[in-house]
């Protein structure tokens, strides 16, 4: 199938940045104006144009996040970061920023909060005796190896808690920086502890930089899903969201490019915009693609019951409707085509060592 490729307005977008604005806070009466504040200097992975970015230290008394929605395969979540600097324009996890005191807009891209005690508490978890082992996924919210990652290497701490403890666990990112902890997943998967979900929207380089401008490039993604595979590590790719007019016509070519490069299986999600996002992303998509921006916003409410803030359990992810429907069809004739026989990998549980197991094995 012949890719549309839409024609960006390059040049009415902040270079380097998802969110164009910074809507205030709600739950804040007043707004404020912050300066001279510490900053660190980060680099994007092109090299470019250097950005500011503040990074926050915070000591939570719990690490471990408990989700309680149907529509996610798993029950608890670490996330080493909040806020997230990849700056992707429709990331649903935008909204809890505001729960720090921040906005969801240009401050998740430049406010980044993180728990440097979070292999600590993880640890201590593990061997206090009263944990029963289930999956654990780094990244439910937000990019467990955004930049941030490079330096800090708070995920890379939090594997080897897992290894150590042989507990499974999964992981959601967008960033090829994964690769760098090659050596721990490796181990990891050879004794069945570790899944790996790569997040790939598009295909167009030009399209991945305005809308995820500091996200791993597509070949990048590509590359990432090709050696976690080769080194025996399943991976997953995720297809989300799914934005109608704007990267749903690369269906097709996306489930075998990461076929051809042995991912496991393909999911996707369609595009939903909670809270400020419907704010954030029509501002964006108005300036990105002004000439069809009226019409993905339309398609995206087709999708959602006639509105672009989705909240129902079983309906937010799919959508639903003769184009969440379409979409349906051809992801599930996608994968017949070019994952055929492929089968997700099971996780062992049974490994699992508290520290008293732990102790015991020493005599």
Known sequence: MAVVKPHIKVDELQKGRGA??????????????????PVMWWQSEDDQEKRQTTYIEVFPKNNLSKNNSPDI????????????????????????????????????????????????????????????????VLSG???????????????????????????????????????RDLDILKELAAQKLVSVTISITTLQEELRR???????SVANRLKAVEELSRAGIPVNVNMAPIIPGVNSEEIFSLV??????GATSVQYIMAR?????????EDWVKKALPERA???LALIKETHGGTL??????TRMKGEGHYANNIADMFRIARKKYLPGKKEHDLDYSQFVTNTERQLSLF
């Open 20 to 37: 164009q604005l910074n809507p205030h806070n709600g739950f804040i009466k007043n707004s404020y104006v912050q300066t001279d504040e």
């Open 309 to 314: 803030n989705e909240s129902r359990w079983k």
């Open 294 to 296: 009226d019409k993905i």
């Open 273 to 281: 915009l909670n809270g400020q996002i419907a704010l954030i992303f």
């Open 73 to 136: 395969p798993f029950d608890y979540s670490i996330n080493p970061y909040n806020g997230c600097e990849h700056g992707c324009v429709y990331c649903y996890a935008r909204n809890s920023h505001e729960y720090w005191g921040y906005s969801a807009g240009r401050d998740f891209e430049e406010k980044i909060l993180y728990k440097p005690k979070g292999h600590d508490m993880l640890r201590q978890l593990f061997r206090s005796g009263k944990w029963q082992p289930q999956l654990i």
């Open 141 to 179: 919210n937000t990019d467990c190896y955004q930049p941030a990652e490079q330096e800090l290497k708070l995920t890379r701490k939090l594997l080897e808690v897992f290894l150590e403890h042989k507990h499974p666990v999964g992981i959601i990112t967008k960033n090829a920086l994964i690769l």
């Open 256 to 261: 075998e490019a990461v076929g051809q490069r």
């Open 210 to 216: 305005t809308m995820e401008p500091r996200t791993s």
